[in-house]
């Protein structure tokens, strides 16, 4: 099995900035995309970032400019650097890594969700 672990939510004014964190531990032999999405009351996930394993990344309109998604394969960590936020941002955001496992009789692959955290930007 594998767990993720979010920090880095909390509170911020407008114009301020946050930085999530979060890092997969259990069974890992690797980690192919990491992403961030984000979701508020009433509405669907959606995705803000993503990074593959060679370092492409993706981003949602919205946070293009403003948003960083980084990885560190070392530490199994993928990390959203938020610039520029603003009350829009306002979110629970949730951390998605696809991770390939390796297992005495092989292998597997499976989609891991992190437990979410919090983002609040105040005007």
């Known amino acids: 099995q594998v767990q993720l672990v979010e920090s880095g939510g909390g509170l911020v004014q407008a114009g301020g900035s946050l930085r999530l964190s979060c890092a997969a531990s259990?069974?890992?032999?690797?980690?192919?995309?990491m992403a961030w999405y984000r979701q508020t009351p009433g509405k669907q996930r959606e995705l803000v970032a993503g990074?593959?394993?060679?370092?492409?990344?993706n981003y949602a309109d919205s946070v293009k400019g403003r948003f960083t998604i980084s990885r560190d394969n070392d530490k199994n960590t993928v990390y959203l650097q938020m610039n520029s936020l603003k009350p829009e941002d306002t979110a629970v955001y949730y951390c998605?890594?696809?991770?390939?496992?390796?297992?005495?009789?092989?292998?597997?692959?499976?989609?891991?969700w992190g437990q979410g955290t919090q983002v609040t930007v105040s005007s």
């Open positions: 998605n890594q696809d991770v390939t496992s390796s297992w005495p009789w092989g292998r597997s692959r499976g989609d891991y």
């Open positions: 259990g069974s890992i032999f690797s980690i192919n995309t």
């Open positions: 990074i593959t394993s060679s370092g492409s990344t």
